[in-house]
T-cell receptor, first 112, second 114 residues
């Protein structure tokens, strides 16, 4: 059962523009959300996270938005750079439970 | 470099065989998680160990088992291998912040079953 979904397998944007990656979840018990970035032949690396008590968290060019009523989160990258080209996974977890669930990933390509 | 190490990096074996994947967590981290990433699939949680004890179990097959040793390194044992077991296997260790847990992943072991 896929509790975390990333419905867009790929996204292509022009350098300098905004990249928006989306993620939906079904379990309302999730209270902590993360985005990971993965380059080929490497393990996923932590990018940014957000707790369910917030609706926005910003770190440099990366902003994560959480809409709890819609069970939706998004990652905004502004401005996008070619080095951002990677697969992005969203993940959801519960503070009282160690079972973190991941989406299938979205492959972002930033074109120069 | 996340500080999590995994060996071997690549593994090629035949159906029916058994392999062992090894993971060393970041210094001081007590938790180790194992994940499987198949082609076009997200990361599937397999199992978690905390300070030597099994803490949580995900979609782990009965043919697979894991353990965590006193020095906190962990091994994932895959037996009676099938073609469909070909995947990337990641381990992660974690740190807890005020609001939740962040996992740090190793580079992965790519398993190819022929």
């Amino acid at each position: 059962d896929q509790q975390v979904k990333q419905n867009s397998p790929s996204l292509s944007v022009q350098e300098g523009r905004i990249s928006i990656l989306n993620c939906d979840y079904t379990n309302s018990m999730f209270d902590y959300f993360l985005w990971y970035k993965k380059y080929p032949a490497e393990g996923p690396t932590f990018l940014i996270s957000i707790s369910s008590i917030k609706d926005k968290n910003e770190d440099g060019r990366f902003t994560v938005f959480l809409n709890k009523s819609a069970k939706h989160l998004s990652l905004h990258i502004v401005p996008s750079q070619p080095g951002d080209s990677a697969v992005y996974f969203c993940a959801a977890s519960r503070v009282d439970n160690n079972d973190m669930r991941f989406g299938a990933g979205t492959r972002l390509t930033v074109k120069p | 470099d996340s500080g999590v190490t995994q060996t071997p990096k690549h593994l090629i074996t035949a159906t029916g065989q058994r392999v062992t994947l090894r993971c060393s967590p970041r210094s001081g981290d007590l938790s180790v998680y194992w994940y499987q990433q198949s082609l076009d699939q997200g990361l599937q949680f397999l199992i978690q160990y905390y300070n030597g004890e099994e803490r949580a179990k995900g979609n782990i097959l009965e043919r697979f088992s894991a353990q965590q040793f006193p020095d906190l390194h962990s091994e994932l044992n895959l037996s009676s291998l099938e073609l469909g077991d070909s995947a990337l296997y990641f381990c992660a260790s974690s740190v807890w912040g005020a609001l939740g847990e962040t996992q740090y992943f190793g580079p992965g072991t790519r398993l190819l079953v022929l």
